[in-house]
């Protein structure tokens, strides 16, 4: 599975920006997806995830509320829509996936995730 992530940008505090994440292959419907970010100087942390049907979403506590994680099953496709952008949502923001079921409480660890996109970056600045 390869993935490519798109979308990232400049964006003032409190604007909006679309990512989207495009993977290969024709099992994308069989992949838990989710959205991990690393800013300058810290660790790669969780931010969102989506089951294989898209019937539950996982989010941070820090971005709940906010961004909105889906997809698109026969696009291939996973989004992260994210509100009210704040400049601590600054980051390289990496889509992941893997092949089957997560559960509840790994969703947010990176080592559940096999395949991984090459990034894009956000910044949150005015």
């Known amino acids: 599975v390869q993935l490519q992530a798109f979308g990232g940008g400049l964006v003032q505090p409190g604007g909006s920006l679309g990512l989207s994440c495009a993977a290969s292959g024709r099992t994308f419907s069989s992949l838990t997806v989710g959205w991990f970010r690393q800013a300058p100087g810290n660790s790669r942390e969780f931010v969102a995830a989506i089951r294989t049907n898209g019937g539950a979403t996982f989010y941070s506590d820090s971005v709940k509320g906010r961004f909105t994680v889906s997809r698109d099953n026969a696009k291939n496709t996973m989004y992260l829509q994210m509100n009210s952008l704040k400049p601590e949502d600054t980051a390289i923001y990496y889509c992941?996936?893997?092949?089957?079921?997560?559960?509840?409480?790994?969703?947010?660890?990176?080592?559940?995730?096999?395949?991984w996109g090459q990034g894009t970056q956000v910044t949150v600045s005015s």
């Open positions: 992941a996936a893997r092949y089957g079921r997560i559960i509840n409480t790994a969703m947010g660890d990176e080592a559940s995730y096999h395949y």
